[in-house]
């Protein structure tokens, strides 16, 4: 499994993306409640992300049925990024005067494409992995992707503190 060129570049690829994408997560919330001041609009986010992965879940089936596994991760990924850089642009020329509306429709559009990689991700372990080994590539591969989950979202809330001199009371 460790000779497996297929699943480390999954799972590699797989971690990077889950960094980002839970540091992206991150800063839309902060951003949100900043502009906002409001916890409805700001829950919104984690409400809009939820509902883009499971929409998701029922068209990703489709999706793949049709392309190779391969492909459809590459572009979900690909159109990923691009829907960030997106975001970014957006944010960037529209600062405090942004619309919501648009941000919450990019959210869910970024949910979505992020939403077919995870079942594609975990369709091509065995693919990529010896029947026998497939119990515990599953597992390293759940593993990873647990500890980066935790690491990163310690790292993003560290990244704005740091970046946006945020004060933290543990009271």
Known sequence: MNKNKGFIKLITGQTIANIGDTIYIVVIIMSVFSWTNSVFATSLIPVLVTGGTVVAG???PVITSRFRL???LKISQF???LLLFFMTFYLYLRGSTMNLLVLYSLVVMISCVDG???PISRA???IYVKKEKLIQA???FNSILQIV???SWMLGTSLLIFFFHLSVDLV
């Open 116 to 118: 077919c990689s995870e």
């Open 58 to 60: 029922f068209i990703s």
């Open 70 to 72: 391969e492909q459809v």
């Open 124 to 126: 091509l372990i065995p």
């Open 149 to 151: 989950s935790i690491g």
């Open 79 to 81: 159109c990923k990024t």
């Open 138 to 140: 599953n597992g390293i």
